[in-house]
């Protein structure tokens, strides 16, 4: 196999002293690995501490992995040093793209071409990215949303020039590290969260241009309604639940019509029947063998827990 | 004052036997009301039983209010009967906006005049509904988010005829009985919280159609990303408090362009000053005098409660 057992990596690199690097080094680092950073800046270094103490209380509380500590942290200023030894790289440089095509052709060179790197980037194609690295196969997007030490969601996807394999490898890899990797069909603007956010948040902003509701109305609105159920069920899931035995199949025959209704400003597809088929059998696949009321069962289970401990969270000084 | 004081009630009635109305009932029986319930047909009431006896569960789990008991329902088959003495209605008949005219005539003759009736519609307008009520001035939207019994969302807005006292009394008694009020601003179709539900949906749709995610992964990516930071903040606060001592502005002046991006197949409103200022403003009123940090650090408790509490939940046999 070309690239390592990815339950046998125990050192990672950790590029860049953001918030964003610093919360993959306090991830990986509560997560047993011992973990080297790379700041460009000495001045950074201050900062970068700041956030993993701070990502280090929740990490914490969350339950950190048998010999997990701060102590197995190093920080570097040159990136040969950085990189020697890596088992895995983790590259969360600023979102400029000239930038991040010579670190890609500087790491090239300088990193063994068994060895994955993933990039943070929220806004780049990994395609562009690669563009100047003479290594590319192992390259690819591993996308965290913020805080990134405590979402588990990694979107992974490769570039033109990505060898699939290392994008197998980093979705086996990120799952052994305690995240939660969606291996992505093809490589988007925006992947997958971001554009549903997104989506999201331009009908809000829509419905603050016409004063039809205030960033605090959205909120409320947000946090007392979808929210604690997406926690426990995703959108398509809750959906396919709500209806009872009739599932995604009845939700689109009778709500497709709704898809027309000026409901956003934002267009939805045609209801196509492939498209129809498409949601019924990926909800199908979902609940398996499962009863949809064993699933509504368990999802009021979880959102009851999420209910109290929010409320206990809230109460706590 | 025309209307009872809020805290004075001790009767609601729930019109309709389905999912929404025998979720309002358990509802309101947790929270230690005696309920009515009106169901059209004497053959639902087995199903409608269930529906409270599931419901039950999970409102036992969250704490019921002293005195509570399923025992304080009284189901009946007669609307007179049905609304006599109640200090509230709340009307959760089928989604015909005929049907609803009939029975808003029918109730706005036989409900005494200072008896607020709230609708679940979740797809028709008060101003329609209300248009053959000869006593209006009452009737309100109060639509819930499904389960009714469990997300605390109320969505309460009045029609061109209703009196904005009534939809004030609404607010109140409904924060009153347990839940969280979004006093709208303005009628629109599928109000706050559908419309942002919808948005993300229909973008959801798209990748779907274009052979970009699965349903699968539309869920991996809201459960694991968005929603678990959503519960604690909703989308404005959220990216607020990521920015830092910048907070909103910084978010609009830095990422604003990116409005342009096709990150969604859905069109983004204009970012003019105005709608600037209204989002920036709107945020720090509701951070009041809080620190930043001090919002992101709570922020990460109630996350880390979340993940806690939704992995017990989730191992509980």
Redesign the interface.
């Known amino acids: 196999m070309k690239y390592p057992d990815p339950t046998s990596i125990t050192r990672v690199t950790s590029i860049g002293g953001g918030p964003i690097g610093g919360g993959w080094a306090a991830h990986f680092l509560a997560r047993g690995y011992d973990v080297t950073s790379y700041l460009h800046d000495r001045a950074e270094e201050g900062a970068f501490r700041t956030i993993l103490d ?1 990502a280090w ?2 990490l914490t ?2 339950g950190l992995a048998p010999g997990a500590s701060l102590d197995r942290l190093r920080v570097v200023h040159d990136l040969d040093a950085a990189v020697a030894g890596a088992g895995f790289i983790q590259e969360s440089a600023p979102e400029n793209l000239a930038m991040k095509q010579a670190l890609y052709h500087r790491l090239g060179r300088i990193v063994p071409e068994n060895v994955v790197i993933g990039s943070s980037t929220s ?1 780049l194609m990994m395609t562009d990215i690669q563009a100047n690295c003479e290594t590319p196969g192992r390259t690819v997007i591993g996308h965290p ?3 990134p030490y ?4 990694v ?1 992974i996807v490769g570039g033109e020039r990505t060898d699939p394999a290392a994008v197998e490898w980093a979705g086996e890899f990120y799952r052994v590290a305690g995240k ?1 990797p ?5 490589e ?3 992947f ?46 809750a959906f396919h639940v ?1 209806c009872g035995a009739g599932g ?1 199949a009845t939700n689109l025959d009778q709500f497709g019509p ?2 027309k ?12 029947q ?2 129809r088929d ?2 019924v059998d ?2 199908n ?2 609940a398996g063998d499962r009863h949809f009321a064993d699933m ?3 999802r ?11 409320r ?3 109460e ?1 000084p």
Request: aromatic fraction near 2%.
């Open positions: 701070t209380i929740s509380a969350l806004g949303f913020n805080p405590l979402l588990p969601l979107e939660a969606l291996m992505m069909k093809k988007i603007p925006g997958v969260a971001t554009r549903l956010q997104e989506a999201l948040w331009r009908e809000a902003l829509h419905m603050v241009a016409n004063g039809e509701a205030t960033p605090e109305d959205i909120d409320i609105a947000l946090m007392n309604g979808p929210a604690p159920r997406m926690v426990s069920q995703g959108q398509c899931m709500a995604m709704a898809l209704l000026p409901w956003t400003r934002l267009e939805a597809p045609e209801l196509t492939e498209l498409r949601m990926g909800c696949a979902v509504a069962a368990q009021d289970r979880e959102i009851v827990a999420v209910l109290n401990a929010l206990a969270a809230r706590a």
